[in-house]
């Protein structure tokens, strides 16, 4: 079984909503650590007196955290069962608490909801997504380690590629073009820095381009969803994804061989994301990305 796992947790299969910031400042960093699975580890203090690795998920919503986690914690107290949906199943049962305190850097918010999870990325112990950080800016520099939230948009913006997102039910869509075969195609792709690999395609796009016959496949791999579903991806060599103007070339992708409506968005994940520095802006309206020191890296075997 690989030990990777793709965490897909979508904000309209979750109950809760975030409370109330507990302290409002214009701008704070929050140091992060790039895991070997190109997930984002931020340190947290749950309840005052647990402490976590959190995985930073933007196709996330909510507060989850993994039942090997919940195992040695000390402050957690769950109340009742809820029937969720994952990207890899029908239905999963989690358990669910309320009533939590959280704080990540100089930042605490009171009343979180907690569901329990099977999964994480590795070396994390649960997730958090964009819902911690309404209506703010989300800065995350690969170069410094940090992650900086704040109320306006930074200067150094204007250095940046100004991308359009398309925000939808929490997730941001952005649109890169893809080499294959003799084409140059356009595609929408959620951004997803859950999932450890670079692209993965969705079920129509790989069946209408025939990406089976069109990319060299190199190997098939399992993944798992937050609930222990597992999926087998095929791995393929793409020569080039433009994104933002930057060209990645022979970068590695992802696709369900003869899947049918399983995997509907392409997706692009953190051994993308983290070859770009990037700005979200406090609307989700636009991404402002340039390339950083990861973007010659070679890319994971995932």
């Known amino acids: 079984m690989n030990k990777y796992v793709l965490i897909f947790t979508f904000s309209f299969f979750c109950l809760g909503a975030f409370a109330?910031?507990?302290?409002?400042?214009?701008?704070?960093?929050?140091?992060?650590?790039?895991?070997?699975?190109?997930n984002i580890s931020i340190r947290a203090f749950l309840n005052e007196k647990d402490t976590l690795n959190?995985?930073?998920?933007?196709?996330?919503?909510?507060?989850?955290?993994?039942?090997?986690?919940?195992?040695r914690l000390k402050t957690v107290n769950f109340t009742r069962t809820d029937t969720l949906k994952s990207w890899g199943g029908d239905a999963n049962a989690a358990r669910f608490s309320g009533n939590n305190s959280l704080a990540i850097g100089k930042q605490k918010w009171e009343g979180m909801k907690i569901w329990e999870n099977k999964n994480s990325g590795p070396e994390t112990d649960g997730k958090f997504g964009l819902d911690l950080f309404d209506d703010q800016v989300i800065e995350i520099d690969f170069d410094k380690s940090v992650m900086t939230i704040s109320t306006d948009l930074p200067k150094k913006a204007d250095a940046f590629t100004k991308v359009k997102l398309n925000y939808n039910d929490g997730m941001m869509f952005i649109e890169a073009r893809s080499n294959i075969g003799t084409e140059e195609l356009s595609?929408?792709?959620?951004?997803?820095?859950?999932?450890?690999?670079s692209v993965l395609f969705d079920d129509g796009f790989t069946n209408r381009h025939k990406l089976s016959d069109q990319l060299k496949v190199i190997?098939?791999?399992?993944?798992k969803d937050s609930y222990g579903n597992v999926l087998k991806t095929k791995k393929a060599i793409m020569p080039m994804l433009i994104l933002a103007g930057v060209e990645l070339?022979?970068?590695?992708?992802g696709f369900f061989q003869g899947a049918i409506g399983r995997q509907?968005?392409?997706?692009?994940?953190?051994?993308?994301?983290?070859?770009?520095?990037?700005?979200?802006?406090?609307k989700r309206n636009y991404i402002y990305l340039?390339?950083?020191?990861?973007?010659?890296?070679?890319?994971?075997?995932?």
């Open 20 to 38: 109330q910031n507990s302290v409002s400042l214009n701008s704070y960093s929050i140091p992060f650590r790039l895991t070997s699975s190109n």
């Open 290 to 302: 340039k390339k950083n020191k990861l973007s010659k890296q070679p890319y994971t075997d995932v």
């Open 249 to 253: 070339k022979d970068i590695s992708v």
């Open 187 to 197: 595609n929408q792709f959620l951004i997803h820095s859950g999932y450890a690999g």
């Open 219 to 223: 190997s098939e791999k399992s993944l």
């Open 54 to 71: 959190l995985m930073f998920h933007t196709s996330a919503s909510d507060l989850t955290i993994t039942t090997e986690a919940i195992n």
């Open 264 to 282: 509907k968005m392409s997706i692009l994940g953190g051994d993308v994301i983290k070859r770009f520095n990037m700005i979200i802006d406090a």
